[in-house]
């Protein structure tokens, strides 16, 4: 049975990508929501990114200069589907930014007809 759960918090150092949830082996997951708040006074910008690599693409970015607002939050990656061996990297221009991931984590089979 899946249960909705914390998959991941972080409070990156500024200007740094970092993972905040890889998928673990014969697994997948269901994001219910990302929340990222802004424990600041002053706009901060986020990146996210879901990608397989060593580092995410151009087109691995979900958000790319979002506006955090002092003291405000905001919530994405609302029913996002991820597979085995799938990142997902956060970045912020400041280190005042919080990212809190909400989901469920799944055995993954494969069947072929």
Not at 7 to 35: H, Q, R
Not at 90 to 99: L, R, Y
């Amino acid at each position: 049975m899946e249960v909705i759960r914390v998959l991941g918090t972080s409070s990156p150092s500024a200007n740094v990508l970092t993972t905040l949830f890889t998928v673990g082996e014969d697994k997948g997951a269901v994001i219910s929501m990302l929340n990222i708040c802004n424990r600041d006074s002053y706009d901060a910008t986020i990146r996210i990114a879901v990608y397989r690599t060593e580092s995410p693409a151009s087109a691995d970015y979900l958000e790319y200069g979002m506006v955090i607002y002092g003291n405000c939050s905001a919530q994405r990656l609302k029913g996002v589907t991820l597979a085995q061996g799938d990142i997902v990297g956060i970045w912020a221009s400041s280190e005042h930014i919080s990212f809190n991931l909400f989901g469920s984590t799944f055995d993954q089979t494969f069947e072929y007809a």
